[in-house]
């Protein structure tokens, strides 16, 4: 039954993702994580969110900001790097916690007090390095990327593009990484194996969605739900 509703629920947060390009994992995370545990979760929606991205890379190449690109990977894969190393050396429970506070804090600022004003060039950095750490801890360093690039790719069909050629390459390397350090388990496996099908379909509903519907309500929407998947991570933090 935990398998099956992991597998629900990364299938909804693919939908978002399909539609804004960067969403989902923040989203699936913390339910997954306490459907099947940190571990499983990590891994197998890395792997799945990988898997998606790279079909999505490859047919969109041409569209693709390369400058941007090169300048985002060039800041995140510092951020990955720690990340990563901070997943495998620091307390996950306290982890957990700080991750559900950041989510949060993303969710309210973007859905009670947006602003337009674009971010100074080192500022933009800083957030960049952030994605990248997020991205390493919890597979989930989209909110801080669409801060950068909403105003550093303007175009709506280069924007999708880039952004998930980011997730192409920065999941390569954490899938690799994280083979390597023994995270796939058979149990990471199964989750992987029965959510491509259904994940695949989300994602061509999510492109499909995204010609409907108006961006701006839908993001409120997105922004609402990061705030109740943080909730449930600080939420199971203090029943621990």
Same mark, same amino acid.
Not at 22 to 39: D, E, N, R
Not at 50 to 69: E, G, P, R
Not at 98 to 105: F, H, K
Not at 163 to 192: A, E, F, H, P
């Given at each position: 039954?935990?398998?099956?509703?992991?597998? &629900?629920?990364?299938?909804?947060?693919?939908?978002?993702?399909?539609?804004?390009?960067?969403?989902?994992?923040?989203?699936?995370?913390?339910?997954?994580?306490?459907?099947?545990?940190?571990?499983?979760?990590?891994?197998?929606?890395?792997?799945?969110?990988? /898997?998606?991205?790279?079909?999505?890379?490859?047919?969109?190449?041409?569209? /693709?900001?390369?400058?941007?690109?090169?300048?985002?990977?060039? +800041?995140?894969?510092?951020?990955?790097?720690?990340?990563?190393?901070?997943?495998?050396?620091?307390?996950?429970?306290?982890?957990?916690?700080?991750?559900?506070?950041? &989510?949060?804090?993303?969710?309210?600022?973007?859905?009670?007090?947006?602003?337009?004003?674009?971010?100074?060039?080192?500022?933009?950095?800083?957030?960049?390095?952030?994605?990248?750490?997020?991205?390493?801890?919890?597979?989930?360093?989209?909110?801080?990327?669409?801060?950068?690039?909403?105003?550093?790719?303007?175009?709506?069909?280069? +924007?999708?593009?880039?952004?998930?050629?980011?997730?192409?390459?920065?999941?390569?390397?954490?899938? /690799?990484?994280?083979?390597?350090?023994?995270?796939?388990?058979?149990?990471?496996?199964?989750?992987?194996?029965?959510?491509?099908?259904?994940?695949?379909?989300?994602?061509?509903?999510?492109?499909?969605?995204?010609?409907?519907?108006?961006?701006?309500?839908?993001?409120?929407?997105?922004?609402?739900?990061?705030?109740?998947?943080?909730?449930?991570?600080?939420?199971?933090?203090?029943?621990?």
């Amino acid at each position: 039954m935990r398998k099956l509703l992991f597998v &629900i629920v990364l299938s909804l947060a693919n939908i978002i993702q399909g539609i804004t390009g960067f969403a989902g994992a923040p989203i699936a995370m913390p339910p997954c994580i306490a459907l099947v545990g940190i571990s499983d979760a990590k891994s197998a929606i890395t792997f799945v969110f990988w /898997i998606t991205s790279l079909v999505v890379t490859a047919k969109n190449l041409k569209n /693709i900001d390369y400058k941007n690109l090169g300048i985002i990977l060039g +800041f995140m894969i510092f951020g990955v790097i720690g990340g990563m190393w901070m997943f495998s050396h620091l307390p996950l429970n306290i982890l957990m916690l700080a991750y559900g506070i950041v &989510i949060i804090l993303i969710g309210v600022k973007k859905l009670f007090f947006p602003s337009e004003k674009k971010l100074p060039k080192s500022m933009g950095y800083v957030v960049l390095l952030l994605a990248g750490l997020m991205q390493g801890l919890f597979t989930s360093g989209g909110p801080f990327l669409a801060l950068y690039s909403a105003d550093a790719i303007k175009d709506k069909k280069v +924007f999708r593009p880039t952004v998930t050629t980011v997730w192409t390459v920065l999941n390569t390397y954490m899938v /690799i990484s994280m083979y390597r350090q023994g995270m796939y388990t058979k149990t990471s496996w199964i989750l992987v194996a029965a959510s491509i099908v259904p994940v695949f379909g989300a994602v061509w509903l999510g492109k499909v969605l995204n010609k409907k519907m108006k961006q701006e309500t839908f993001l409120k929407l997105v922004f609402a739900l990061l705030i109740l998947s943080g909730s449930l991570l600080v939420y199971n933090y203090i029943k621990l």
